[in-house]
C-alpha cells in the first residue's frame, strides 16, 4: 500500500482538527489573521502553511506540530472518533426527520377527524 503524499496527510489534519474544535474556516482564518480562501486552499492540499503558521495551528489545537503535520497513532485515533462521531450524528438527523414526518402525518390525521367531526 502506498503512502499519501504529506500535502494530503496534512491537509486532512488540518480539516480534522478545525471541526474537532468546532471552528469554520472563516473562524479559524479570522483567529490567524488569514483569509477563510487561505485555509480552504490548504485543506484542500493545493498548498500547506509555513511552518510559523504550523506552529501556531498546533497551538490553538493544542498538539504538537509533528501531530499536525504527520499521521501519528493519536491522529488515526482522533480520525476514527470523529468518524464514528459523524456516523451517530448522521444516524441521530435520520432518526429525527422520521419523528417529525410521523408527527405530521399524525396531526393531519387528527386535523381530517376533527373536519369530520363539525
Known amino acids: 500500500m502506498s503512502e499519501k503524499p504529506k500535502n494530503e496527510i496534512i491537509a486532512e489534519n488540518l480539516v480534522l482538527y478545525r471541526k474537532l474544535h468546532g471552528m469554520t474556516q472563516a473562524e479559524l482564518a479570522e483567529a490567524i489573521g488569514y483569509s ?8 484542500r492540499g493545493e498548498g ?12 490553538i489545537y493544542g498538539i ?19 468518524r464514528a462521531a459523524e456516523k451517530d450524528r448522521k444516524a441521530l438527523e435520520r432518526a429525527r426527520k422520521k419523528a417529525l414526518e410521523r408527527a405530521r402525518k399524525q396531526k393531519k390525521k387528527a386535523a381530517g377527524r376533527d373536519a369530520e367531526k363539525v
Request: glycine residues 2%.
Open 64 to 82: 504538537t506540530v509533528s501531530e499536525l503535520v504527520g499521521q501519528t497513532e493519536k491522529c488515526r485515533e482522533t480520525q476514527e472518533k470523529m
Open 48 to 59: 500547506t502553511p509555513d511552518i510559523y503558521l504550523l506552529l501556531l495551528l498546533s497551538e
Open 36 to 43: 477563510n480562501k487561505s485555509v480552504s486552499k490548504w485543506e
